[in-house]
């Protein structure tokens, strides 16, 4: 299916590995440009070499700090700089701390929602009134545990409910701007995220990597673990014009975990 994305430019934050990474490769695949923002120069450099070798397409770095407030309009006009025209914004970038409540700090707290929900909510501020121009649309990646809470998550959870009833308010004003906005709820995506949870659990058991994985599949009633490439695909179609139909949705996308309404 031609997805009809062949150049037009969108911006990926998070993008210097993992999902971030897995979806400006896929939209690249499918004729974007992609404008890539993180925190490490060379992990996005590496991204972004590999973008132009594997697809053609163009693909500019800009190094941010999301949690500041001024960098988000300064990635958006560096994006507009280097395209001269922003079509998509994937906002992907945000890691919350898990952790016992009594023991998770202020700055915990003010971090979780600095960079995952302050940030996409300024990224999504500044690079409006250019996608509108364009028709865009927008996707925010942000997680099940918006749906499902737990103990140890509660700085995650909140923040991704807060970014569930963003997207949908920004949806209502999308309706009449003519921007399309949706997020996506990834479940266990094989990230170095997961990674690290993954050694901690051989670290509790004792056990091989091989075992941990087992062990945490049967946990939580899933098949197998997802890959950043598979979100990017959704990511990709929900930038179409082919999608246009779908709009201030949130889909979970988690191999069948979340079992709620």
């Not at 906002?91 to 302050?118: H, I, P, V």
């Not at 098949?223 to 990709?236: D, M, S, T, Y």
Request: hydrophobic share 45%; with cysteine; aromatic share 6%.
């Amino acid at each position: 299916m031609d997805l009809e994305l062949k150049n037009k430019v969108a911006i990926v934050t998070g993008a210097s590995r993992g999902i971030g990474e897995g979806s400006a490769m896929m939209l690249a695949e499918e004729g974007c440009d992609v404008f890539l923002v993180a925190r490490s120069s060379a992990d996005l450099e590496r991204v972004a070499a590999n973008v132009r070798s594997k697809t053609g397409r163009r693909a500019a770095t800009h190094v941010a700090d999301l949690m500041d407030p001024k960098a988000p309009a300064a990635a958006v006009a560096a994006a507009m700089q280097a395209f001269g025209r922003i079509d998509f914004l994937v906002n992907n970038a945000g890691a919350t701390k898990r952790g016992n409540f009594f023991e998770l700090t202020d700055d915990d707290w003010a971090s979780g929602y600095g960079l995952k929900f302050l940030g996409a909510m300024r990224m999504t501020r500044s690079a409006w009134p250019h996608i509108r121009v364009n028709k865009g649309a927008i996707v925010n990646i942000i997680g099940i545990g918006s749906r499902t809470a737990s103990a140890e998550f509660t700085i995650g959870g909140s923040v991704n409910s807060a970014l569930v009833n963003f997207t949908k308010a920004t949806g209502d004003i999308g309706r009449t701007d003519g921007v399309r906005v949706n997020a996506i709820n990834p479940g266990h995506i094989q990230t170095s995220r997961l990674e690290k949870r993954v050694e901690a659990a051989m670290t509790k058991t004792n056990g091989t990597r091989e075992d941990a994985i087992k062990s945490m599949i049967a946990e939580l009633g899933i098949n197998r673990f997802g890959q950043p490439e598979e979100i990017g695909r959704l990511v990709a179609y929900l930038c179409s014009p082919k999608a246009d139909f779908i709009h201030s949705t949130v889909i979970d996308m988690d191999g069948g975990e979340t079992l709620a309404i």
